[in-house]
C-alpha cells in the first residue's frame, strides 16, 4: 500500500467525501487472513459501521488521519486497515461497509473473499508484489528519499547554452512512507535555470536497488547561461514520515485464528512506529555538459534562439503605400527557447523599414517547451512598385548542432507612391566609403557647470531653517492679523471713546466742584454717566433721561438716586454748595455700579 | 546700502573669475585628452578637477564617459548618478547612463509604476527641496504680509488666493516625492564586477553573492572597512569591502 499524500497545493485538492474499500488479495488459505484497506476522504467522519458475515473474523490493524487545508477548506482522509480471514474454507462476500461522512451515509462496493482449505495450497505470496523481507537499516543517506534529474533529449547527453532543454525531475521516497512538500524544486547552483516545472507531477510505484519506491514525477525544461560542465543539483523541502525498521519487533502471537507468519508480518508492518523528519530531497551530482553555441557559421539576424521552429502562417496586406505603415503578422511553431525567438526580418531589407514586434506564445504542453509565437510588426515600405517579399528567420538547431536560416515562399504586393528617399541615400564619392559604426557614447560637455554640493538641500540643516523660518512667519502673520482685527474692533472702539468722553466730563465735573458750580457739575457729571450707559445700551447719550433710567434700573440705585438729585438741582433751582461733596461721592458710586448687569 | 551689495557682488564676480578660468582651462585639457584616447588620464584630471574645485555635473558626466571608455562601468555609472544629481534631466546623461547600465547588465530596480517613477525623477531631490522651501516660505510671506497689512479686496484677493493654492499645491507634491525618495540618501554603487557581499564582515568569511559592478545598492552601517548593503530587488544583503562599493552622496560632498 503506497501511503504517500501529498498535501501541497501543487499535488492536491480539496477531494468530496468519499469511501472506498480494497483488499489485498482475492483468496487465502483457511487460517490465514487478507488485508482489507479503507480509504475515507471528507472533512467530518463519523461511525464506520463493519458488517458481520458469519465465520469470517474482521480484527482493525491500523488507522492514519491526514489533515489537509486547503483554501481554508479543511478535508480529512482516514485510512484503516483491517486483517480478514476465515478458519472455515468458502466464499465470503463482504457487505458494503457503511461509513457516515460530511452528514452523508457512504457505503463500499461489496467485496469477495474466497477462504481456500489450507491443506491444499502453498503459502500466499503477495499479489504482485516481492515478498517482504526483513529490511537492513539504510545507511546509504537516501533512507528519506532522493531525487534525480534525467535530461529527455533523443541521442544527446549535453545541451547548448541557452537551449531550454526537456528533463524529468523525479522524487524517489520509499514505500509506506508519507511525504508532505515544503517547496518548489530550485536548482542548488547557478549554473542551470529550471523553466515551467510541471504543477501536477505524475505518480508510480518503481524498483529500484532491490527496493520499492513511490516516484514523482515532473516534467520541466532546464537552460544554461556559460558553457561547461556542471552537476545539475536540484533540491526539494519536503517532511517525510518512514517506517523504522530497526525498531524492536513486537510479540509474536500463540495460537489464535492469526498466528500465521503473514499476519506476523502485517502486524510488523502496522505495529512499526514511523519516523518524522524535515528533509532536502537532493539529485546526484550528475554533471550535465553545456556546448558553447558555435560561432562559426552564425547568421546576421541570429537572435539566440535554440530550437527546432519552422514558419507556420503569416499575412501581409498586398496593396502598400510609400511611408505608410502597415501591419504584418507571422507564427512560428516548434519547440525550444521560444523566448529568444525574435521577429523574423522582411526581404528584401533595403525595401523595408520596420518597428518593433509584439510576440505572444501560445505554448503546447505544460512546460511550454513546444508551441507557436504570434508575431505582430508595423512595417513601412520604402520602395514603390510591385515586389515579391517573404520573411527569414534564423535559429541553431541543436540536434544538428547547425544554424538555419528559413525563409518563407514569397508574396507579390503592390506598393504606391514614390521611393522614400534617405539622408543616407544623397551619394557623393566620399559617402560611398563604408562609414564607421556611430558612437553610442554621447561626447563631452565643454562648458564648466556651476559647482553644486550633491547633497541635496533636503539634508542639509539649512532646509529645517527654511521651513522653521517659514512657520515662524506664518505665526507671526497669525499673531498681526489679530492685533489688526483687534486695533480696528467697533466695539472697542466705542468703548474708548466712551473712557474718554467719560473722563473729559468727570473733569469738568471736578472743575466745577472746584468752583462750587452746582449747575455745572450736575451737567457734566450727568453726561458722564448718559455717555457710559449710552455705550451699555446702545443708544444715544443724549436720549437717556430719569424715566428711562428708572424703567430699567431700581430705584435704590446710585444712577437713579443721583440723576433724581441733578433734576431737582436743575429744575428747582435748588443750589446748597454745601452738599457737593456728597454728590460727588454719589457721582462715584453711581459710575462704580455701571457694570454689565445694568444693561 | 545698494551701492554696498553691487560692491559686493562686484567683488564675488571678479574674485571668481580667475578660479573660473582656471576650472575651464583644466576641463579642456582633460576633454583633449579624452578626445586622443586617453581615457584614463582624462579619468585622473576629471577626478582633480572634482576635488580641487568641488562638483559639477559636466565634469562628472565627462568622468563617467572616461570610465565607461574604460569599460570600467561601476565607477562609470557611479559618476553618471551624481551626475544626475545635479542635471536630471540632461538628456545627453540619461543616455550614456543607459547605455553604461545595459553594458554593465545593471539595470534599476524600481517598484514604483515607470509613469510615477518618471514624474518623480524629472526633478532632483534638491529641486524638489527648493521647491518645498520656497513654497512655504512663499506662504509664510504671504501671511506676513496678509497679518500686517490685510488681504487686500477685490481685483487682488482671488489672485492672492490662487497663488496660495499654488504654493500649497508645490509644497505638498514636493514633500510627497521627497517622501517616496527618502531612501535614495544611502543609495551607492558597487564599483567591481567581482564585488562580493559576505556574510560577516571579514575578508574570508562566505560569499553570499556578487551584485555586479555598477548595481545601485542600499547602505547600511558600518563596520570596520566593510558596509552592510541591500541589493534592490533581491534577498541579496550582507557586507562589502568599503572599495567596492561606493556612496553617490558622500560626506561633505
Not at chain 1, 512512507?177 to 517547496?183: E, F, G, I, M
Request: charged share 20%; glycine share 8%; hydrophobic share 40%.
Amino acid at each position: 500500500m503506497a501511503g504517500i499524500f501529498f498535501t501541497s497545493g501543487l499535488a492536491n485538492h480539496a477531494a468530496a467525501a468519499a469511501v472506498d474499500a480494497t483488499l489485498d488479495r482475492a483468496s487465502v488459505p483457511a487460517g490465514n487472513g487478507a488485508l482489507l484497506t479503507l480509504n475515507i476522504t471528507g472533512s467530518k467522519v463519523g461511525q464506520i459501521d463493519l458488517p458481520e458475515v458469519e465465520n469470517l473474523i474482521i480484527q482493525g490493524r491500523d488507522q492514519s488521519r491526514q489533515i489537509q487545508m486547503n483554501n481554508g477548506q479543511t478535508s480529512v482522509s482516514l485510512t484503516c486497515s483491517y486483517a480478514v480471514g476465515s478458519n472455515t474454507p468458502g466464499v465470503y462476500q463482504i457487505p458494503p461497509i457503511r461509513v457516515s461522512v460530511d452528514g452523508q451515509n457512504l457505503a463500499t462496493k461489496p467485496l469477495t473473499l474466497k477462504v481456500l482449505d489450507a491443506a491444499a495450497v502453498q503459502p500466499p505470496a503477495a499479489a504482485g508484489a516481492p515478498p517482504p523481507a526483513e529490511e537492513a537499516p539504510d545507511t546509504s543517506g537516501k533512507r528519506f528519499g532522493f531525487l534525480t534529474v534525467e535530461l529527455l533529449i533523443k541521442d544527446r547527453n549535453y545541451l547548448y547554452v541557452g537551449e531550454i532543454a526537456p528533463v524529468g525531475i523525479r522524487a524517489w521516497l520509499p514505500e509506506e512512507s508519507r511525504a508532505q512538500l515544503r517547496s518548489v524544486i530550485q536548482p542548488e547552483g547557478k549554473a542551470f535555470t529550471l523553466h515551467n516545472v510541471s504543477e501536477r507531477p505524475q505518480q508510480g510505484t518503481e524498483i529500484k536497488d532491490g527496493k520499492r519506491y513511490t516516484v514523482v514525477t515532473w516534467y520541466g525544461g532546464i537552460s544554461a547561461t556559460k558553457a561547461g560542465k556542471y552537476p545539475a543539483s536540484l533540491s526539494l523541502d519536503a517532511t517525510v514520515a518512514v517506517r523504522d525498521t530497526s525498531a524492536p519487533k513486537a510479540r509474536r502471537r500463540n495460537g489464535g485464528p492469526f498466528d500465521d507468519p503473514f499476519f506476523d508480518s502485517v502486524m510488523d508492518r502496522f505495529n512499526t512506529p514511523m519516523i518524522q523528519k524535515d528533509v532536502t530531497l537532493k539529485s546526484e551530482d550528475e554533471e550535465i555538459e553545456v556546448r558553447p553555441l558555435p560561432t562559426a557559421g552564425r547568421p546576421d539576424g541570429f537572435t539566440g534562439a535554440v530550437g527546432d521552429f519552422k514558419f507556420e502562417t503569416w499575412e501581409i496586406p498586398p496593396s502598400w503605400k510609400t511611408g505608410e505603415p502597415q501591419q504584418i503578422s507571422a507564427s512560428l511553431g516548434g519547440s525550444g527557447n521560444f523566448t529568444l525567438l525574435g521577429c523574423p526580418t522582411l526581404t528584401p531589407p533595403d525595401a523595408w523599414k520596420s518597428y518593433p514586434a509584439k510576440g505572444d506564445l501560445t505554448p503546447r504542453d505544460a512546460a511550454a517547451f513546444s508551441g507557436s509565437k504570434n508575431f505582430k510588426f508595423n512595417a513601412v515600405a520604402r520602395k514603390g512598385g510591385k515586389q515579391d517579399v517573404s520573411l527569414s528567420f534564423s535559429f541553431f538547431d541543436p540536434a544538428a548542432g547547425t544554424y538555419k536560416s528559413l525563409t518563407t515562399p514569397p508574396k507579390s504586393i503592390t506598393v504606391s507612391g514614390t521611393d522614400l528617399i534617405e539622408p543616407q541615400s544623397n551619394i557623393t564619392t566620399a559617402a560611398k566609403k563604408p562609414a564607421p559604426p556611430k558612437d553610442p557614447l554621447v561626447g563631452q560637455h565643454t562648458a564648466l557647470s556651476p559647482t553644486v554640493s550633491l547633497v541635496p538641500l533636503v539634508a542639509r540643516p539649512a532646509f529645517t531653517r527654511m521651513l522653521g523660518l517659514a512657520a515662524l512667519l506664518c505665526v507671526l502673520g497669525s499673531v498681526l492679523a489679530w492685533l489688526r482685527r483687534r486695533r480696528s474692533d467697533p466695539k472697542r472702539l466705542a468703548r474708548a471713546a466712551m473712557e474718554t468722553a467719560t473722563g473729559e466730563a468727570l473733569q469738568a465735573a471736578a472743575r466745577c466742584a472746584e468752583k462750587s458750580d452746582v449747575a455745572g457739575f450736575f451737567e457734566a457729571a450727568r453726561r458722564a454717566i448718559q455717555v457710559r450707559l449710552g455705550v451699555l445700551w446702545n443708544q444715544p447719550a443724549a436720549a437717556i433721561t430719569l424715566a428711562e433710567i428708572s424703567a430699567r434700573i431700581p430705584a435704590a440705585s446710585p444712577i437713579t438716586s443721583f440723576f433724581r438729585e441733578a433734576d431737582l438741582t436743575t429744575y428747582g433751582r435748588h443750589t446748597a454748595a454745601d452738599m457737593l461733596p456728597q454728590w460727588q461721592t454719589l457721582l462715584t458710586e453711581a459710575l462704580a455700579s455701571l457694570t454689565p448687569s445694568t444693561r | 546700502m545698494i551701492p554696498f551689495l553691487r560692491l559686493a557682488c562686484c567683488f564675488l564676480l571678479l574674485g571668481n573669475a580667475p578660479l573660473r578660468a582656471a576650472g575651464s582651462a583644466a576641463l579642456e585639457q582633460a576633454n583633449q585628452r579624452f578626445a586622443t584616447g586617453d581615457y584614463a588620464g582624462a579619468a585622473t584630471d576629471y577626478d582633480k578637477l572634482l576635488t580641487t574645485e568641488g562638483q559639477r555635473a559636466s565634469v562628472l558626466y565627462n568622468l563617467g564617459n572616461s570610465y565607461q571608455r574604460l569599460d570600467q562601468y561601476g565607477p562609470a555609472i557611479l559618476a553618471y548618478e551624481r551626475a544626475r544629481l545635479l542635471t536630471p534631466r540632461d538628456p545627453d546623461l540619461l543616455a550614456n547612463l543607459t547605455l553604461a547600465r545595459k553594458a554593465a547588465a545593471a539595470f534599476e530596480d524600481t517598484r514604483r509604476s515607470p509613469r510615477l517613477d518618471a514624474l518623480l525623477n524629472h526633478f532632483s531631490r534638491n529641486e524638489w527641496s527648493w521647491l518645498v522651501a520656497g513654497a512655504a516660505l512663499f506662504l509664510g510671506a504671504l501671511a506676513i504680509l496678509g497679518g500686517a497689512l490685510g488681504l487686500p479686496r477685490r481685483g487682488w484677493r482671488p489672485a492672492t488666493m490662487a497663488a496660495a493654492i499654488l504654493a500649497g499645491l508645490a509644497l505638498v507634491s514636493g514633500a510627497s516625492s521627497l517622501y517616496l525618495r527618502r531612501d535614495e540618501t544611502n543609495r551607492g554603487i558597487v564599483l567591481s564586477a567581482v564585488a562580493a557581499v559576505r556574510l560577516s564582515p571579514f575578508d574570508k568569511a562566505e560569499v553570499l553573492g556578487n551584485p555586479g559592478a555598477g548595481r545601485c545598492v542600499y547602505l547600511g552601517a558600518s563596520n570596520g572597512t566593510f558596509r552592510y548593503v541591500e541589493v534592490p530587488g533581491t534577498n541579496l544583503r550582507g557586507w562589502m569591502a568599503d572599495t567596492e562599493v561606493s556612496a553617490i552622496i558622500t560626506a561633505g560632498s
